[in-house]
């Protein structure tokens, strides 16, 4: 253990527990206390701590507060939908939360006010922390609470100190006008040595230490360059540990036959990249799966589930759809009048554009060209009755239709189709339409 | 006397870097008004003479002092508020009313402010009555009632002026400022702000009645005076319980101003920028790595207190990526210089990242298409893409248009520091297209 964390007006005690708790972060956690210095020192106004996600800003922060007992609060900003909700919050931690009544609707002004009052009757010995976490929300609240908040220490004349936790750079925070700069503190990623190291930490009690590390490995192996994320991590980890162990139980194998363990897992593990990582099948669906021994493909994850019913016509008004908006318009003489004349191939294919429009995203028509389109690819007459317009918006109600600009509604409405080519290659074979025929691109 | 003396130079180590952090933490973070504030003499009288006719000789004033964020606007102006209130005519008879452009969002909540600060009779408890308009009638009128010679004179201080100029008509400062131009109740209207173009946003019947003062806080300091500044900052008070200690202390700060690498550090520091506080919190971080064991601040703590300063945070977040994110990145790179800075969509940063995998795979394995979307959205939640029509526009997330938030120059450095990044996907990033 290395002896970094060491502070003066703390015990070693405390100290020696802190560091036990934060494994390949003693560095920052020391840094971090040094920052705090002691604890009736005046601390920085305001720390801005950053780092990706699961990196342990939050736990190593805390750990800290709590366990060296200094006064503090810990907001999630995602939870405060309003400034009110945050002062109270902080108010009634800091302070005896019975003495707390803030107006209903309170302003940055009432909370120092109060801020200022209860702390006249309970100064700090000492310093008190505010820890703002997800703190990229209060940039979304009133203009004035992230600049309110980075200077609090000298609008309320306490010994108080805000920490800021974020995954996103101080640069995007920073107000126009400028604001106090806060101090900012960085907290590196783990190395993966670090990762296995952390990971390792909680193995199985039936099997061996080194058994567990080797399994971290070959995880690492193939998740690493997808995710290095702890948690996401640690969550696969535990989750594919029974499948790992299946030979052992079943004495197929021993625990030095490392190759043997290996080859059994790999195909699993990746076929868990596709599965469980994308949330297509859920973790306990997953270790249902694992107890019964099924085949892997046999589960239908949630994206298999993307085919809609839908009535005859929202069929072929959304395959109306589609072709308007991935086929060029001056296009459409070719694919839906019958005799076109002759257009030459060449002028017709341009390179540039030649497989651009599935790239490009869907482009924004005209209700009418929907419509002529319509016409042309259904077989029988329709009448244009009301019930094929409400069925034009309640395709833009189920999402796969959007309406573009939303300035006039009745009079000449534009859309954009937004389903995906096998969705609607799906709808398009349920009514025996070859759709490729007619695409611009596929031709 | 002599024992007593004996006994306090017997100070542990311990216990003298603890009081010396003290001293220099609220130095530093507390922004303790300083007994002699240095470099604004000129300011700082011109300040006190303009006050102390509104305190002793009933003058109404009005003055705007400007200057860059850090450069000691509101130290100069509690210094001078500090050496008016040591007369005592001035004591008892001046009125001070703060107000903070942060805080008081509304004329609303300033007016109840400044009831309140003025402890106004109709003030019972801690709740203010009456409607705005009633609470604007009653303080003008309580206002203008008074005279040159027999009212109290308030000072009224507006802390970040310029956010006081977006309030709906200006009301409060046109008020504030017409009182000041009339001979009613004698008041001095303090602005503070960092906006040079203040004057701009202020309306035009509001910006007749202002005077047009204006105080320059523009810090024209050379290098010189920088360091000078630093040691000082740096430095003990006389005062301070064990004297060997601070001398010590002392002579080792100046020691330590006159080594090279340190000025080095401090021109990179001064050149940057010349305030105050980013020097406070270079001297702070510098100051944290003072323990009983290590007792002076050295050179070296001065370097590592720097190069924390001055990280490159967006290098830093690139480091933390995965394999694959970067990979996206460089396939971002290559469209944004293929079709010079237009937005791109998914669809588009994946065909460029198949082309590399299917022309030379050898490292990274194909993966599919949700675990690179996946990758996409978190660069996307990261703002390190941003999307070009608002996050809540209808359409498909792989066809939303979005913009890389990077230099080329970031990536490149960031490739270069990247652990164990295999060689194609740099070879790949410097090749000119694709």
């Known amino acids: ?443 | 006397m002599s024992k007593r003396k004996s006994k306090d130079t017997q100070w542990t180590a311990g216990e003298c870097v603890s009081q010396a952090q003290k001293i220099l933490r609220e130095r530093y973070c507390y922004q303790r008004v300083p007994s002699s504030p240095v470099g604004i003499e000129s300011q700082r009288k011109n300040l006190l003479e303009l006050l102390r006719r509104t305190a002793i000789h009933g003058e109404s004033n009005s003055v705007l002092i400007v200057g860059p964020r850090g450069s000691g606007k509101t130290m100069l102006l509690k210094s001078v508020l500090k050496e008016l209130f040591e007369v005592r005519e001035v004591q008892s008879n001046v009125l001070l009313v703060h107000l903070n452009g942060l805080l008081q969002t509304d004329d609303k909540i300033a007016l109840k402010e400044i009831t309140r600060q003025l402890q106004l009779e109709n003030v019972v408890g801690d709740k203010v009555f009456g409607s705005f308009a009633e609470n604007l009638t009653f303080l003008l009128e309580a206002l203008k009632k008074g005279n040159r010679s027999s009212s109290r004179p308030v000072i009224f201080t507006l802390d970040e002026f310029d956010l006081f100029a977006h309030h709906k008509n200006q009301t409060l400062l046109y008020n504030l400022l017409d009182i000041s131009q009339s001979a009613q109740t004698p008041v001095a209207v303090v602005g503070l702000t960092c906006r040079l173009d203040v004057l701009e946003l202020l309306e035009k019947r509001v910006k007749s009645r202002f005077s047009h003062r204006q105080i320059h806080l523009l810090n024209p300091m050379d290098f010189h005076q920088y360091i000078e500044t630093t040691q000082e900052h740096l430095g003990l008070p006389q005062d301070f319980p064990d004297e060997r200690f601070a001398q010590e202390w002392n002579s080792s700060i100046k020691m330590l101003c006159e080594d090279r690498s340190v000025k080095d550090v401090l021109r990179k520091h001064f050149n940057t920028s010349k305030d105050f506080r980013s020097l406070h919190m270079l001297l702070l971080m510098a100051l944290s790595r003072v323990t009983p064991t290590n007792p002076t601040i050295k050179p070296g703590d001065i370097q590592e207190a720097s190069r924390l300063c001055s990280m490159d945070a967006k290098a830093n977040i690139l480091h933390g990526l995965s394999i694959l994110e970067l990979c996206l990145i460089i396939a971002m790179k290559h469209l944004s210089e293929l079709y010079d800075g237009e937005p791109f969509n998914f669809q588009m940063v994946h065909n460029e990242f198949k082309k590399f995998i299917q022309r030379k795979s050898h490292s990274i394995h194909n993966f599919e298409t949700p675990v690179v979307l996946k990758a996409f959205e978190h660069l996307q939640q990261l703002e390190l893409i941003n999307p070009m029509d608002g996050p809540s526009a209808k359409i498909q997330k792989e066809y939303q248009l979005v913009k890389l938030m990077l230099d080329h120059s970031q990536i490149m450095e960031a490739l270069q520091k990247y652990p164990q990044c295999p060689t194609d996907v740099k070879q790949w990033a410097t090749s000119a297209f694709g």
Not at chain 1, 57 to 68: A, D, I
Not at chain 1, 426 to 433: Q, S
């Open chain 1, 1 to 443: 253990m290395p002896a970094e964390l060491r502070q003066q007006g703390y015990s070693e005690a405390q100290l020696r527990l802190v560091s036990e708790k934060v494994p390949c972060r003693e560095a920052q956690a020391a840094a971090l206390l040094a920052l705090f210095g002691e604890p009736d020192h005046y601390s920085f106004p305001s720390i801005f701590i950053y780092g990706h996600r699961a990196m342990g800003k939050s736990h190593v922060t805390l750990t800290l507060l709590r366990e060296l007992q200094m006064p503090h609060v810990v907001v999630s900003c995602v939870e405060c939908v309003s400034p009110g909700l945050l002062f109270e919050q902080v108010l009634g931690s800091l302070f005896d939360s019975s003495a707390v009544t803030l107006s209903r609707s309170p302003s940055l002004s009432d909370f120092v006010r109060l801020y200022r009052q209860l702390c006249a009757e309970d100064s700090a010995k000492h310093t008190r922390y505010i820890v703002l976490d997800r703190a990229e929300v209060l940039r979304d609240m009133s203009a004035n609470l992230l600049p309110g908040f980075l200077r609090l220490q000298e609008l309320v004349e306490d010994n108080v100190t805000v920490i800021l936790l974020s995954e996103i750079v101080w640069d995007k925070f920073r107000p126009s006008t400028g604001c106090f700069e806060p101090l900012q503190l960085h907290f590196p990623d783990y190395s993966k040595a670090e990762l296995q190291q952390i990971l390792a930490q909680d193995s199985h009690p039936s099997y061996s230490a080194e058994l567990y590390t080797f399994y971290i490995n070959i995880l690492l192996g193939v998740f690493y360059s997808v995710c290095k994320d702890l948690r996401e991590l640690r969550h696969l980890a535990a989750l594919n540990f029974p499948k790992f162990c299946e030979p052992l139980e079943k004495g197929e194998a021993e625990e030095s036959d490392t190759h043997k363990l290996w080859r059994n897992i790999e195909p699993h593990l990746k076929k868990a990249m596709q599965t469980v990582y994308l949330r297509e099948v859920s973790s306990f669906q997953w270790e249902e799966q694992l107890k019964q021994d099924g085949e892997t493909q046999s589960l239908r994850g949630l994206s298999a589930y993307a085919h809609v019913e839908l009535p005859y016509y929202s069929k072929f008004l959304l395959i109306a759809a589609y072709l308007a908006s991935y086929n060029p318009a001056r296009t459409d003489r070719r694919f839906f009048v019958k005799h076109h004349g002759k257009i030459r191939k060449t002028t017709f294919l341009k390179k540039h554009e030649k497989t651009s429009n599935h790239l490009l995203g869907p482009k924004p028509f005209p209700l009418d060209r929907l419509l002529a389109i319509f016409y042309s690819v259904v077989d029988s007459r329709v009448a244009p009755t009301a019930s094929i317009f409400s069925q034009i918006s309640s395709l833009v109600t189920l999402q796969l239709l959007t309406q573009v600009g939303h300035d006039d509604q009745l009079d000449n409405p534009k859309y954009k189709c937004t389903v995906s080519l096998d969705f609607i290659r799906a709808i398009a074979r349920t009514v025996g339409f070859d759709i490729l025929r007619y695409l611009y691109d596929f031709l």
